[in-house]
Every structure is written in structure tokens, then in C-alpha cells.
């Protein structure tokens, strides 16, 4: 296995676990180390970088890779392609891009679940568009200023309020002879 290869899947892990990396609560019971020993073999080649300062990382640390590692090798061989491919793209953006990301993304978990479904089902619909249309909406929020982008917004959240209720499907009537 290549360096180039070994440090972007650690990338994928580190990004994986950023989240484990926040600040615990005050109160919260602190994380417990994980003992390299009771690590898989395909945990031990994934985290081999870390295998000399492993007792030495903190607790968190050490379970945020872990599961980092988990969620690597459950994943199929087309996911762990797209994680690959994705990574590469987090690593050509600016810091400043980076930043603006990561504050969408804790903007977003801090969403209700209902709210965060929504954002999800508008996403999907999205990309469910003609690529010409979502280019045409993507340069019209680029060219809206605050206050119109606003307005979209509110526009939008009207029109979903005003779309009736999908009715849930009817079980067939008997025919009468």
C-alpha cells in the first residue's frame, strides 16, 4: 500500500471522525481509551501510522479513529471510491472554504430531525432537476442580494405549505356486479 493511498484514507478517518473531536459536554462521562490490542488486523494495517503513539493518543482520539475504521471497512468498494473522491476534493479547497463547510454542516446538525429531512428531500429534488435548471437557480441565488434571497426562501416555504397532503393510497374497491 502507497503512502499517497494510506494518508488519504487516514484523511477519510480523521474527517470521519471530527465530530468525536468536538467538546464534551460538561458532565459528560470521558471517553475510554481503546486498547490497541483489541483492535482488528485490518484495524491495525488502517491506524498502522498511529501503532507506536496509539496509548499515548487521548481517549477520544482513540475512539474517533476506531470508528473511523468501522465505518471504513463496512463500506463497499463503489462507497469507499466516492469517500476516496470526495477527500480529494476536501483537500483542494482554501481554508476558508473548509470553514465555510464545516459551519454548514454543524448549522445543519443542529437542525430538528424534521427540519434536517426536509433540507434532505429538498437536496434530492434538486438534483433530480434538469442540469440547465439548477444552473439557472444556482446563478439566481448568486445574484440575489440578502434580502431577496430572503424572499426565495420564505417563497419557497409558502409553496410547500400551500401543496395539499399527498393522500395515502386507498386499498381498491370491490366491484359490484
Not at 488486523?41 to 496509539?54: A, D, V
Not at 469507499?80 to 483542494?92: P, S
Amino acid at each position: 500500500m502507497n503512502n499517497k493511498w494510506r494518508t488519504g484514507i487516514l484523511g477519510l478517518l480523521l474527517l470521519a471522525a471530527a465530530p468525536a473531536f468536538a467538546q464534551e459536554a460538561p458532565g459528560a462521562n470521558p471517553p475510554a481509551p481503546v486498547a490497541w490490542s483489541s483492535l482488528s488486523p485490518e484495524q491495525h494495517k488502517l491506524l498502522s501510522r498511529f501503532g507506536g503513539q496509539w496509548n499515548s493518543l487521548p481517549p477520544s482520539r482513540q475512539q474517533a479513529l476506531t470508528h473511523g475504521t468501522e465505518r471504513w471497512l463496512g463500506m463497499s468498494a463503489e462507497q469507499r471510491d466516492k469517500a476516496r473522491e470526495r477527500f480529494g476534493h476536501w483537500q483542494t479547497l482554501l481554508p476558508v472554504e473548509r470553514h465555510a463547510l464545516r459551519s454548514r454542516w454543524q448549522k445543519f446538525q443542529a437542525l430538528p430531525p424534521t427540519e434536517q429531512a426536509a433540507v434532505r428531500d429538498n437536496f434530492h429534488k434538486f438534483q433530480q432537476l434538469p442540469p440547465a435548471r439548477r444552473q439557472m437557480l444556482r446563478d439566481q441565488w448568486r445574484a440575489a442580494s440578502p434580502v431577496q434571497r430572503q424572499q426565495m426562501i420564505e417563497h419557497a416555504r409558502e409553496q410547500r405549505e400551500q401543496r395539499p397532503m399527498p393522500r395515502p393510497p386507498q386499498a381498491p374497491r370491490p366491484s359490484h356486479r
